[in-house]
């Protein structure tokens, strides 16, 4: 089963109520925040209504919210090979 990962890249102030509206039936409440909806022509509707104020991709696993912040963890800098004997 297939899902689009919609991500509010701008925020909905200023919007009329039905923009936010639509917002709000998304699960998107913040901005930079995700959700995965499961591929349907309603949730394609509602996509195409707020398309100015989201980045849609379609994935094949849903993930949770461990796996989306483990995503982007940025990498260290460095690797430790081996301790030191003390």
Do not use: G, N, V
């Given at each position: 089963?297939?899902?689009f990962k919609i991500t509010l890249i701008r925020?909905?102030?200023g919007?009329?109520?039905k923009s936010q509206g639509v917002l709000r039936a998304l699960g998107l409440h913040k901005r930079?925040?995700?959700v995965?909806?499961?591929v349907s022509s309603d949730a394609a509707g509602q996509i195409m209504k707020v398309k100015e104020l989201i980045a849609v991709s379609e994935v094949e696993k849903a993930m949770t919210q461990e796996e989306l912040r483990e995503t982007?963890?940025?990498d260290p800098g460095y690797y430790i090979?081996?301790?030191v004997a003390r």
């Open positions: 089963m297939t899902f925020s909905a102030i919007l009329p109520t930079m925040a995700t995965f909806l499961p982007r963890r940025p090979e081996r301790s």
